[in-house]
């Protein structure tokens, strides 16, 4: 089993606070978010970003694979996840992942590569994690 781990630390409150995002790799190290970066478009990351990339990567990568398995080799995949959050009831709620792909396979067809698409975006791991449950163990320190 593999297991990547980031972490966040928040403080003070909610529309005036400020958080870090790091991750394990170091590649985000004390990365600043905030409520005006999230929902005001003050520049800066935010948990939505974070998601597209991850779930763009995720995508990439297995189309990448679901290719080399019918005997094609991709020469380039530039894909974009848009996510979408919506206001529900009296919050909020992320309503979906919208994929944009653009990819040059030598060799592929329309059909070829359709079908590819179609197979990743079913089956990367963070399309799975984006319609799953989500289970939390919470501990006050």
Not at 32 to 57: D, Q, T, V, W
């Amino acid at each position: 089993m593999i297991r990547k781990s980031a972490s966040a630390n928040w403080k003070g409150s909610l529309t005036e606070g400020t958080g870090t995002i790091s991750t394990e790799s170091g590649v985000l190290d004390a990365v600043n978010y905030g409520f005006k970066k999230r929902f005001e478009g003050e520049p800066g990351s935010n948990p939505e970003e974070l998601i597209g990339a991850a779930h763009a990567s995720c995508f990439s990568m297995a189309l990448s694979m679901i290719l080399g398995d019918a005997g094609f080799t991709a020469d380039d995949i530039s894909t974009k996840a848009t996510i979408s959050m919506d206001k529900e009831g009296d919050g909020f709620a992320i309503k979906g992942s919208h994929l944009e792909v653009t990819a040059v396979v030598p060799g592929a067809s329309a059909e070829d590569f359709a079908e590819a698409a179609n197979a990743a975006k079913e089956n990367c791991p963070i399309s799975k994690l984006l319609d799953t449950d989500i289970t939390m163990d919470a501990k006050l320190a």
